[in-house]
């Protein structure tokens, strides 16, 4: 190993309070132990506060993630609506015209049936008349024919 990894064996062997390490420092490094167990001590510090802030940061962008798909779903949603109410009031319309033109078809049907009610009334009373005129000729007729009799 490095010279570097001797301080933290030292100091880790101190620590511990291990017999491997007799109670001195084999490289004469003993009055740093507990500088060097406070660095580690600090880095091991340093490691769980960014961990944490790491996991807070991974848990606020999962809480982000999850706000804009609700949002997205709800937009969706929003659009949907519009979408299905846009379709009724199309629907609604279409239908208020298919009623205007089957009234409009039934008045001119009415219409139409009215006016051959009157021509066949108008033909009728021609030809009623016609047979009161022929009647009323062949009267005449008779009445002359009577009368030079």
């Not at 101190?14 to 167990?37: M, Q, Y």
């Not at 709800?74 to 009031?89: H, N, P, S, V």
């Not at 047979?131 to 009368?147: G, L, N, S, T």
């Amino acid at each position: 190993t490095g010279s570097g990894s001797r301080y933290y064996l030292d100091a880790a062997a101190a620590a511990s309070g291990s017999s491997l390490s007799g109670g001195f420092s084999l490289f004469g490094r003993k009055e740093e132990a507990p500088a060097v167990v406070s660095t580690v001590d600090q880095a091991a510090e340093d490691r769980a506060k960014k961990a944490a802030e790491a996991k807070k940061q991974a848990e606020e962008a999962r809480a982000q993630r999850l706000a804009e798909a609700q949002a997205k779903k709800e937009a969706l949603a929003q659009a949907k609506a519009e979408q299905a109410a846009e379709a009724k009031r199309a629907a609604e319309q279409r239908a208020a015209e298919a009623q205007s033109k089957k009234e409009a078809a039934a008045a001119e049907a009415q219409a139409k049936r009215e006016e051959a009610q009157a021509k066949r009334e108008a033909a009728a009373a021609e030809v009623q008349a016609k047979r009161e005129a022929a009647a009323a000729e062949a009267q005449a007729k008779r009445e002359a024919a009577a009368a030079e009799a």
